[in-house]
């Protein structure tokens, strides 16, 4: 088995040197670009495992680039950037990021991370990617949203680890520790917040009323419940 292949994209040349060289000294491959044009059109034949994104891109908006790749490609997208404010982080996670990492950082911290969100994904069921629930099928594999009607509808890497997360535990509650410890990230309001931005997206591709939702119920002070019959395979 190859080793994992981590993208790296940033217009800085020593910030991608140092993190090529960590990663690798680290066992995993790496694929380094300067402009996004560059880096997309390598992933027409590249399939990463993780992909590094800095937001200050001289070619393309990183945001909607962090977007695009995680809704449509559903990649793992972790952010690299110099923007520290709270409101950068909790865009770039409501776009669909899986973390986010400000400049300047020890690259052993970056080296961490990917493990860390590596071990996240394998840790995820293997035996099925596909559920169905109350009239969808949910498939992981696609990122994808089945109606009965065969109508499809994308959702992110991110929004499905929220998916599946409560399609591994019906009719369970979930608190918000819970959630953070399985799906990891540092609890605080930007977590809080992205999870609720991906709670509200799930609803509104599942067509729920968002003032009396039947599947995503919220129990305010407590966390959420997922009351659909789920079954796997």
């Known amino acids: 088995m190859s080793a994992p292949l981590v993208t790296i994209l940033d217009d800085e040349p020593a910030i991608r040197t140092m993190l090529s060289d960590a990663l690798e000294d680290a066992g995993f491959r790496t694929m380094a670009f300067a402009r996004a044009t560059e880096f997309e059109a390598a ?18 908006d990183g945001l909607t680039l962090v977007h695009r790749l995680a809704l449509e490609q559903g990649a793992t997208v972790i952010i690299i950037s110099g923007r520290a404010q709270v409101q950068d982080k909790v865009t770039g996670l409501e776009l669909g990021a899986d973390d986010y990492i400000i400049k300047p950082f020890d690259p052993a911290e970056v080296v961490a991370r990917v493990r860390a969100r590596l071990r996240r994904d394998s840790a995820a069921p293997q035996s099925s990617e596909t559920a169905r629930f109350n ?99």
């Open 43 to 60: 992933l027409r034949s590249a399939r990463p495992d993780i992909c590094l994104v800095d937001l200050s891109l001289p070619d393309r």
């Open 135 to 233: 009239g969808w099928v949910a498939h992981f594999d696609r990122y994808i949203l089945e109606d009965e009607s065969g109508a499809e509808t994308p959702f992110s890497h991110a929004e499905g680890e929220v998916l599946r997360l409560f399609l591994e535990r019906p009719k369970r509650l979930i608190s918000r520790q819970a959630m953070q410890e399985a799906l990891g990230g540092a609890a605080g309001d930007s977590f809080d917040r992205a999870m609720d931005v991906r709670i509200s997206r799930l609803r509104t591709k599942l067509r729920e009323d968002p003032r009396n939702p039947r599947l995503i119920k919220t129990i305010y002070g407590a966390g959420y419940i997922f009351l659909g019959d789920v079954t796997w395979g």
